[in-house]
């Protein structure tokens, strides 16, 4: 069982920057497939970047160029670096771990961007 804790949210104004952290515990990290999720009030939960076992990363459109997932396997902790934030970043941001057998999810962390 892996155990996920977020961290790092809050307010910042736009084009500013954040860096989340999502701590794991009770495995390896590095045996999973990690990604970072979003949800804002009234839409659906949608990826906003991956970083795979192989080392592959996975960006949505809407983030590229400002955001990257860079992992960090001796602490066992990845990291959502986000840079030139916009309002439309507003949401709670999820971390995922997945491989063949199993699929967990972290707390959530709020981030607002406001003026």
């Known amino acids: 069982q892996v155990q996920l804790v977020e961290s790092g949210g809050g307010l910042v104004q736009p084009g500013g920057s954040l860096r989340l952290s999502c701590a794991a515990s009770g495995s390896i990290l590095s045996q999973y497939d990690m990604g970072w999720y979003r949800q804002a009030p009234g839409k659906q939960r949608e990826l906003v970047a991956s970083?795979?076992?192989?080392?592959?990363?996975i960006y949505a459109d809407f983030v590229k160029g400002r955001f990257t997932i860079p992992r960090d396997n001796a602490k066992n902790t990845v990291y959502l670096q986000m840079n030139s934030l916009k309002p439309e970043d507003t949401a709670v941001y999820y971390c995922n771990a997945r491989n063949r057998i199993a699929n967990y999810w972290g707390q959530g962390t709020q981030v607002t961007v406001s003026s």
């Open positions: 970083i795979l076992r192989a080392g592959r990363t």
